[in-house]
Nanobody, 125 residues
Framework: QVQLVESGGDSVQAGGSLRLSCAAS????????LAWFHQAPGKEREGVAG????????YYADSVKGRFTISQDNAKNTVYLQMNSLKPEDTAVYYC??????????????????WGQGTQVTVSS
C-alpha cells in the first residue's frame, strides 16, 4: 500500500501564495507518477499538475500554467505544489494522487490508485 498525506492548505486573499506538500510512504515503488487534483463543491475532480516520480517531466492544466509549479524531493518522498497569484476560482479541496499513469491521461482521476485525504484551499477576493 501507499499512503499519501497532504498539508499546507489555508485561507488566503487573491494574489497570494501557498505551498502544498504531499508526503508519500509505504510501497513507493508502486507508482510512476504523482499529481495534484482539486475539487470544488458540486464539481468534478480535476487534474491540476502532475510529475513523473523521477522528476523528468511535469504537466499542468491550462488554468494554472505560469502560476503553479509542481516539484518533488525524492529524498523525502514528498511532492510539492507551489501556488502563486491565487484566484478565487482556485478555491477547492486539493488532493494528492499516485499511480502508474499514462502521460496522455495524467489528468484523469481514474488513472490513480492512491489518494490523500485532501487539504482545503480558500481564496477570497
Amino acid at each position: 500500500q501507499v499512503q499519501l498525506v497532504e498539508s499546507g492548505g489555508d485561507s488566503v486573499q487573491a494574489g497570494g501564495s501557498l505551498r502544498l506538500s504531499c508526503a508519500a510512504s509505504g510501497y513507493t515503488s508502486r507508482y510512476n507518477f504523482l499529481a495534484w487534483f482539486h475539487q470544488a463543491p458540486g464539481k468534478e475532480r480535476e487534474g491540476v499538475a502532475g510529475i513523473y516520480a523521477d522528476g523528468s517531466t511535469t504537466y499542468y492544466a491550462d488554468s494554472v500554467k505560469g502560476r503553479f509549479t509542481i516539484s518533488q524531493d525524492n529524498a523525502k518522498n514528498t511532492v510539492y505544489l507551489q501556488m502563486n497569484s491565487l484566484k478565487p476560482e482556485d478555491t477547492a479541496v486539493y488532493y494528492c494522487a499516485a499511480g502508474y499513469v499514462n502521460r496522455y491521461r495524467w489528468s484523469s482521476p481514474h488513472e490513480y490508485n492512491y489518494w490523500g485525504q485532501g487539504t482545503q484551499v480558500t481564496v477570497s477576493s
